[in-house]
């Protein structure tokens, strides 16, 4: 199993970016997926998932109606469109696989409910 992100960089404030996450070694089609973000200091957290196919999908209270994240099964691929970009959404951002699709009642801002995750890309905003 592999997880590569990408399209992390510097933005100003009140800017855009798209984060992509490129999936290989398992059937990506069939696994609900994740980001997750950690800043300097801080742990791990939550920001965003999605179920196998993309109509379920939630998003923590800090991103909610800026960001969006969306798939791609097609390409094995995970997105997240960051727009109105904050200096607190700076941190490494996390693609990670969930260990199957969403369910009631899953855990999808905890994680352990995640069994692989990738190197991580750097996003910056600040002006």
């Known amino acids: 199993v592999q997880l590569v992100e990408s399209g992390g960089g510097l933005a100003q404030p009140g800017g855009s970016l798209r984060l992509s996450c490129a999936a290989s070694?398992?059937?990506?089609?069939?696994?609900?997926c994740g980001w997750f973000r950690q800043a300097p200091g801080k742990e791990r957290e939550f920001v965003a998932a999605?179920?196998?196919?993309?109509?379920?999908?939630y998003y923590a209270d800090s991103v909610k109606g800026r960001f969006t994240i969306s798939r791609d099964n097609a390409k094995n691929s995970l997105y997240l469109q960051m727009n109105s970009l904050k200096p607190e959404d700076t941190a490494l951002y996390y693609c990670?696989?969930?260990?199957?699709?969403?369910?009631?009642?899953?855990?999808?801002?905890?994680?352990?409910?995640?069994?692989?995750w990738g190197q991580g890309t750097q996003v910056t905003v600040s002006s």
């Open positions: 070694g398992f059937t990506f089609s069939i696994y609900a």
């Open positions: 990670a696989k969930a260990t199957s699709d969403f369910s009631y009642g899953s855990r999808y801002d905890q994680t352990d409910t995640y069994d692989y």
């Open positions: 999605s179920s196998w196919n993309g109509g379920i999908t």
